[in-house]
């Protein structure tokens, strides 16, 4: 008898059909007046225990804000702690741990690939500085800036370095534009 009893009794909980199944059916009619009684009553009193017990959790709240305002901890201290807390939780994972090395690897290859291509690029630059195509350029160059001061007036014939040059013929292309301001203006006037 007493298996059949178990068998009857599941010890399962309700699954998502069966709480259908329940909550369709109505058990009212097999109840009598005095067990509906009973159960309203007890449905009175649960209802007012939560009541309760809902007051109870606000007031211990607000007084939770009051002991944290006094101890003049505010949201964002909490919301810090719990951000580094959980970030040092995160460090000390072993995922990040593996990730952070991997990463930390492709990093350090990284930057030696772009050293190797810094190198190799100023290697071109010297190879190509020291052609015979550029050193004609750069006399060329030199040329044409000695022509140019001699006909601007300047005062070093000596040539120089492609940097001296440069220089030299940028100051001298701005001098130029200075000094032809005044000759236009004098124009525009007579």
């Not at 009684?37 to 309760?52: F, G, H, P, R, S």
């Amino acid at each position: 008898m007493e298996a059949q009893a178990q068998g009857l009794l599941e010890t399962e909980p309700l699954q998502g059909r069966d709480e259908d199944a329940v909550t369709s059916a109505d058990f009212s009619s097999m109840l009598s007046e005095e067990e509906k009684e009973e159960l309203k009553a007890e449905l009175v009193q649960l209802e007012d225990e939560i009541t309760t017990l809902r007051q109870v959790l606000s007031a211990k709240e607000r007084h939770l804000v009051e002991i944290k305002q006094k101890l003049g901890m505010n949201l964002m201290n909490e919301l810090k702690q719990n951000f580094s807390k959980s970030w040092h939780d995160m460090q000390t994972t072993t995922a990040y741990k593996k990730t952070h090395e991997t990463l930390s690897h492709a990093g350090q290859k990284a930057t030696a690939a772009f050293s190797n291509v810094g190198t190799a690029i100023s290697k071109k630059f010297g190879d190509m500085r020291n052609s015979p195509t550029f050193k004609s350029f750069e006399e060329r160059v030199e040329t044409t800036v000695t022509s140019l001061k001699t006909k601007v007036g300047g005062t070093n014939h000596g040539g120089g370095s492609f940097e001296e040059v440069l220089s030299s013929t940028a100051h001298a292309s701005a001098q130029s534009s200075v000094g032809e301001t005044p000759r236009a203006e004098e124009e525009l006037q007579c």
